[in-house]
């Protein structure tokens, strides 16, 4: 494990973010955001938000929207920026502390805010939460955590997109297959569908992201906080048992490769090389319309059924603390949170954050496993440390030596100890 690097990665980020405080320590995050500076008429002025790529290519409706119902709202000119997931992190170490440089929001994934708000890199925005919720309720609840530090909120959940199955129903139907109504019904599914040419279900080595849905079903855990401190939990008999589910998936359901990722995993769909992949809600639009008609979809069930605990895709929003237009970087939150702009994530198959709008995502099958499957979905630890975990790929590494034969024993000992040193 590559420990040295996940330590120097850490500290650079840390040591980037301390330019937000006056007196070169760390920022308290419950300290007051700076007042807006600017003095210009809001129709001269603009400010900048940095989404994820996928934006462009998932719902190209979302960032025209946002300028859109901005510019109609303020007067003002809304800059977007599309920023790879590679750089996202990086760019905001440098980026958030220098008020010249910051965007004014940011886009960030669920995994990565405890890294920011825990430095103070973001506005507080406990205060306003009732007014974005517009009497609502503002979910999921795990986002909200992750975007909280001792009570109080520095980043706002932004849209939701829980994992969930995806089949084709002509596969089943020939194989003789039912919707499995356990995980273990779910598994012998995929290795019936499993052929010489055709995997059952598509997992490739390093997918860890839909292969920790396994940990949580039964129980286990990446790592928990213990009095304060984070352990990690691979070695749990819960996790040893999971990951020998995994193990099983990776020798006898699928011909994925096995230092694979799980990005794009509708490709192989689209290419009739699995019956089944895993993804967020999303994944339904790039399924080809030669396959749609047989295209099927179900929350991933528990081990006793119902619905097991996926991990939770999706994003929060925060205001940079260093940001010069904190009041027109608040309007854009509350375009983002407003009615209309609701309504455009459901019926983009993105999960809206305010509750009530999370029946327009529909009634089929699509929209009821991507709502059966937020109901239980959790998130990785929510520790500071998390994006150093993520950039120096300990889960890959880890899920890719399961797949590729691997002790389990021995590799999740090896990566517990490095999510101790790492997490903490």
């Known amino acids: 494990m590559k420990i040295r690097k996940i330590a120097l990665l850490g500290a650079a980020a840390a040591l980037a973010l301390t330019g937000c405080s006056t007196d070169g320590s760390t920022t308290d995050p419950t300290a007051a955001a700076p007042s807006d500076t600017a003095s210009a008429p809001a129709e001269d002025r603009s400010i900048t938000l940095w989404l994820a790529d996928q934006e462009k290519d998932v719902a190209p409706a979302l960032p025209e929207y946002l300028k859109k119902e901005f510019a109609a709202a303020t007067g003002a000119t809304l800059n977007i920026e599309f920023i790879g997931w590679g750089e996202l992190l990086p760019r905001l170490s440098t980026a958030l502390s220098n008020p010249d440089q910051t965007p004014d929001v940011v886009e960030i994934g669920n995994t990565q805010a405890p890294t920011f708000t825990t430095v103070g890199a973001f506005s507080d925005l406990t205060d306003k939460l009732d007014e974005l919720a517009g009497g609502d309720t503002i979910v999921p609840q795990g986002f909200v955590d992750a975007g909280s530090v001792d009570g109080k909120v520095y980043a706002v959940p932004y849209y939701w997109g829980s994992r969930y199955v995806f089949y084709d129903k002509s596969a089943f139907k020939d194989a003789g297959i039912e919707v499995p109504k356990t995980l273990a019904d779910f598994g012998d599914a995929a290795k019936k569908l499993t052929t010489d040419e055709k995997s059952g279900f598509w997992l490739p080595g390093q997918d860890w992201r839909n292969g920790i849905s396994w940990l949580f079903a039964n129980g286990g855990d990446i790592a928990v906080n213990e009095g304060g401190k984070w352990v990690g939990k691979l070695s749990s008999p819960e996790s040893q048992k999971a990951l ?22 509708w490709t192989p769909f689209n290419n009739g090389d699995t019956a089944m992949f895993m993804a967020p809600s999303w994944a339904r639009w790039s399924v080809t319309e030669d396959l749609a008609e047989n295209l099927g979809a179900f929350a991933l069930p528990g081990v006793d059924g119902g619905t097991a605990p996926v991990f939770a895709g999706g994003s929060n929003m925060g205001i940079s603390k260093a940001s010069k237009n904190q009041d027109l970087a608040f309007e854009l939150l509350k375009v983002v949170y407003s009615d209309g702009y609701q309504k455009v994530l459901a019926e983009n198959g993105m999960g809206p954050v305010r509750d009530s709008f999370t029946s327009l995502m529909g009634d089929d099958e699509f929209a009821q496993a991507a709502i059966a499957a937020s109901a239980t979905a959790k998130l990785t630890p929510a520790s500071a440390g998390w994006a150093s975990v993520e950039q120096s790929r300990v889960m890959e590494e880890f899920f890719g030596k399961i797949a590729q034969g691997g002790d389990i024993a021995a590799l999740a000992a090896e990566t517990d100890a490095t999510l101790n040193k790492v997490l903490n």
Request: proline share 5%.
């Open 244 to 265: 020998a589910q995994v193990k099983d998936l990776f020798e006898n359901a699928t011909h994925a490769p096995k230092d694979g990722e799980d990005a794009e995993a």
